[in-house]
């Protein structure tokens, strides 16, 4: 596990072993860091992500999701959806939602869990981008698989057409200034 402080955010780090590096934690960091920053995520916060597979994935979403099968991203969120900013899509918000911290302390706001395997597959067979039609790099359906998870863990979804087309377009703002 690698921790990294990119004020007033602390992202850890936990890359499994056997999962690709496609990039360097730095850019996991800036990706996780932007995502919190565009959400409004109560500073000063942290998140952990995990690297991992496709078996480590679908033994997760069996066990929290019901579902048979690896899936690309989970998101284990701390704090409820009322407790960021609203945003299009979602007009509720914020609330008071938090757990009482020391002064100074960060506030914890969950896990994402990325399989590194399924970001490959879905760049090389062009079903990247969230939306399944979008070729570009490993690399980037990683980065966009990390900043997907830290908006869910931030009270972003996209159950209805309004909250998917918002959440997209932010995905895509943040990813074009990496």
């Known amino acids: 596990m690698r921790s990294i402080s990119l004020p007033p955010w602390r992202i850890d780090i936990d890359r499994r072993p056997g999962a690709p590096r496609l990039i360097p934690d730095a850019s996991v960091a800036r990706a996780v860091s932007a995502a919190l920053t565009a959400a409004g995520a109560p500073p000063p916060a942290s998140v952990g992500i995990r690297l991992t597979d496709d078996g480590d994935l679908a033994a ?3 066990e929290h999701m019901g579902e048979t099968g690896p899936t690309d991203v989970l998101s284990f969120p701390i704090l409820p959806p009322e407790a960021f900013p609203p945003h ?10 938090s757990f009482p911290l020391p002064p100074g302390a960060r506030q914890p706001l969950g896990d994402v869990v990325v399989s590194v395997e399924r970001a490959i597959a879905q760049a090389e067979q062009g079903r990247g981008g969230q939306t399944g039609d979008v070729r570009w790099s490993a690399a980037d359906e990683l980065r966009l698989l990390v ?4 908006l869910h863990l931030c009270g972003w979804d996209h159950a209805t057409p309004a909250e ?7 995905e895509q703002r943040l990813l074009a200034t990496r």
């Not at 299009?88 to 939602?97: L, M, N, S, Y």
């Not at 900043?147 to 830290?150: A, D, K, N, P």
């Open 60 to 62: 997760l979403n069996a």
């Open 88 to 97: 299009p899509g979602r007009t509720t918000g914020p609330g008071t939602a």
């Open 147 to 150: 900043t997907h998870g830290v």
């Open 164 to 170: 998917e087309t918002a959440m997209r377009a932010l």
